[in-house]
């Protein structure tokens, strides 16, 4: 009985020691079930089937996580996943994605992301996610380049007056290295003067001064349609920064501005384009042309001075363009309007002349134009606009304001009519005494201004009076 009794409490122990390795194995193919569902975000294999395995069952090769190459991560999130918030594993990464802590490693992982991506098949899933991979790891290497490091908000450097961008967003393109700006990650500095932009880190190397001082110290246009002098004369050199060019493109191609003339390497001559003023001025021609980046600057700087005297450098462009001959009516109009204006208080309250603040020199001159009213008449904007100031001022002076109806003239020639203004399209104004007439009238008549006649009689009248208390 003894002997039954401990070979019985002997198989009680050996089946209870059964049943906890029993356990143990059915707790540990459940973990690792849960971990390949739950964990890792790069298996899409994984289906509800394993969730309704038994027990009993041992997890099989074929429902195990493929073994993945090294180098190529596949980043697909199941739907599952996606609900549950894990599209994302904290745990493990993909190799070489930010695991490399220097540059020189960095570089290595984007040489063989780059020969991973030459080796997938054309618009395929895995080279998708491997180009998105390397745009991972060139920003992490363009991060450890330049790193996010206090910088000051203002700069000064040959004249350019820099500032720091706060625009994370913006795409950009650096004028220094000729690469682009990531904002998210670089910090960057635009000159307010002529918007040049650059990396901080690019600062120190600028060697071009700013073009906004050039324009305050030289404002004036080359009026020669591109007055080119050969790439001979240049040394086969860029103008700008003395780099070796040629025709070729052996060893960097020589580009051409229209503005200038000059030949220029492709880091100072993107292939802007801009408006010639030269073309505009001799041919009445606003077709773009390409110019270089210190060109392109220039001109954006200098399209709304006055600085173009057209009377002067082509007087005959008046007869071809109809428009300039109507705009040069209104800005004379214009002038003998602005008396009124200075000397009337309501016209002063009113701010009549601030309609022209864009265009100072319409209330100065009637000879200067800028590029950019050039443009406007090229495209049929100025004469409407400046014909509806021009209506505006005439309805206050000749129906609004007593003050400015009372400085109006009557034709002393034919002493009929309205009263008269020296801006009225049907009159003359006499060159000597400012009198206004009739436009017939004036020309009819063969004898001299009467206004001009009484100020000669009242002048001799002065001169003799004290010769007459002389004699008595």
């Given at each position: 009985?003894?002997?039954?009794?401990?070979?019985?409490?002997?198989?009680?122990?050996?089946?209870?020691?059964?049943?906890?390795?029993?356990?143990?194995?059915?707790?540990?193919?459940?973990?690792v079930?849960?971990?390949?569902?739950?964990?890792?975000?790069?298996?899409?294999?994984?289906?509800?089937?394993?969730?309704?395995?038994e027990?009993?069952?041992?997890?099989?090769?074929e429902?195990?996580?493929?073994e993945?190459?090294?180098?190529?991560?596949?980043?697909?999130?199941?739907?599952?996943?996606?609900?549950?918030?894990?599209?994302?594993?904290?745990?493990?990464?993909?190799?070489?994605?930010?695991?490399?802590?220097?540059?020189?490693?960095?570089?290595?992982?984007?040489?063989?992301?780059?020969?991973?991506?030459?080796?997938?098949?054309?618009?395929?899933e895995?080279?998708?996610?491997?180009?998105?991979?390397?745009?991972?790891?060139r920003?992490?290497?363009?991060e450890?380049?330049?790193?996010?490091?206090?910088?000051?908000?203002?700069?000064?450097?040959?004249?350019?007056?820099?500032?720091?961008?706060?625009?994370?967003?913006?795409?950009?393109?650096?004028?220094?290295?000729?690469?682009?700006?990531?904002?998210?990650?670089?910090?960057?500095?635009?000159?307010?003067?002529?918007?040049?932009?650059?990396?901080?880190?690019?600062?120190?190397?600028i060697?071009?001064?700013?073009?906004?001082?050039?324009?305050?110290?030289?404002?004036?246009?080359e009026?020669?349609?591109?007055?080119?002098?050969?790439?001979?004369?240049?040394?086969?050199?860029?103008?700008?920064?003395?780099?070796?060019?040629?025709?070729?493109?052996?060893?960097?191609?020589?580009?051409?501005?229209?503005?200038?003339?000059?030949?220029?390497?492709?880091?100072?001559?993107?292939?802007?384009?801009?408006?010639?003023?030269?073309?505009?001025?001799?041919n009445?021609?606003f077709?773009?042309?390409?110019?270089?980046?210190?060109?392109?600057?220039?001109?954006?700087?200098?399209?709304?001075?006055?600085?173009?005297?057209?009377?002067?450098?082509?007087?005959?462009?008046?007869?071809?363009?109809?428009?300039?001959?109507?705009?040069?009516k209104?800005?004379?109009?214009?002038?003998?309007?602005?008396?009124?204006?200075?000397t009337?208080?309501?016209?002063?309250?009113?701010?009549?002349?601030?309609?022209?603040?864009?265009?100072?020199?319409?209330?100065?001159?009637?000879?200067?134009?800028?590029?950019?009213?050039?443009?406007e008449?090229h495209?049929?904007?100025?004469?409407?606009?400046?014909?509806?100031?021009?209506t505006?001022?005439?309805?206050?002076?000749?129906?609004d304001?007593?003050?400015?109806?009372?400085k109006?003239?009557?034709?002393?020639?034919?002493?009929?009519?309205?009263?008269?203004?020296?801006?009225?399209?049907?009159?003359?104004?006499?060159?000597?005494?400012?009198a206004?007439?009739?436009?017939?009238?004036?020309?009819?008549?063969?004898?001299?201004?009467?206004?001009?006649?009484?100020?000669?009689?009242?002048?001799?009248?002065?001169?003799?009076?004290?010769?007459?208390?002389?004699?008595?």
């Amino acid at each position: 009985m003894q002997g039954e009794r401990g070979t019985s409490q002997v198989r009680g122990q050996e089946g209870r020691s059964s049943s906890k390795r029993w356990d143990a194995m059915e707790y540990d193919e459940k973990l690792v079930r849960f971990r390949q569902a739950h964990l890792n975000p790069f298996n899409k294999q994984l289906g509800p089937r394993h969730h309704e395995q038994e027990p009993s069952e041992k997890v099989t090769s074929e429902d195990t996580l493929p073994e993945l190459p090294a180098g190529e991560p596949e980043f697909h999130y199941s739907e599952r996943m996606m609900d549950l918030g894990l599209s994302e594993d904290h745990f493990s990464r993909p190799v070489g994605l930010f695991l490399a802590s220097d540059v020189q490693q960095l570089r290595q992982a984007i040489e063989e992301c780059k020969q991973v991506i030459l080796e997938l098949p054309e618009q395929s899933e895995k080279q998708k996610d491997a180009v998105v991979r390397l745009i991972h790891l060139r920003l992490k290497l363009q991060e450890l380049k330049d790193p996010n490091e206090e910088e000051p908000n203002i700069r000064v450097l040959l004249e350019h007056r820099f500032y720091k961008e706060k625009s994370k967003s913006v795409k950009q393109t650096c004028d220094k290295c000729n690469t682009i700006i990531w904002g998210l990650i670089q910090t960057w500095y635009t000159c307010t003067g002529c918007c040049y932009r650059c990396h901080s880190k690019c600062l120190n190397l600028i060697s071009k001064p700013c073009v906004s001082s050039k324009v305050s110290h030289q404002a004036e246009y080359e009026l020669n349609i591109c007055p080119e002098t050969g790439l001979d004369s240049q040394d086969y050199r860029c103008a700008e920064c003395r780099a070796p060019i040629s025709l070729r493109g052996v060893p960097s191609e020589a580009r051409q501005c229209d503005y200038t003339g000059q030949y220029y390497c492709s880091h100072c001559h993107w292939n802007d384009l801009a408006v010639i003023p030269a073309r505009v001025v001799h041919n009445w021609d606003f077709e773009p042309r390409k110019v270089s980046r210190c060109s392109m600057r220039y001109l954006a700087l200098m399209v709304s001075r006055p600085v173009l005297r057209l009377r002067e450098i082509n007087p005959l462009l008046f007869n071809y363009v109809e428009e300039l001959v109507e705009i040069r009516k209104l800005r004379q109009d214009i002038l003998l309007m602005k008396p009124y204006f200075i000397t009337c208080k309501e016209a002063m309250e009113a701010r009549l002349l601030l309609q022209l603040q864009d265009r100072q020199h319409f209330v100065e001159n009637d000879e200067m134009y800028s590029i950019q009213d050039l443009l406007e008449v090229h495209m049929g904007r100025l004469s409407c606009s400046l014909t509806e100031i021009h209506t505006l001022f005439a309805k206050h002076i000749k129906l609004d304001c007593e003050r400015c109806q009372a400085k109006g003239f009557v034709c002393e020639l034919c002493k009929e009519g309205d009263v008269l203004f020296p801006f009225d399209s049907h009159t003359s104004v006499c060159n000597d005494c400012s009198a206004v007439f009739h436009r017939d009238c004036y020309y009819d008549n063969s004898t001299t201004c009467p206004k001009c006649a009484r100020l000669t009689l009242r002048k001799q009248s002065l001169f003799q009076e004290p010769g007459l208390d002389m004699d008595a």
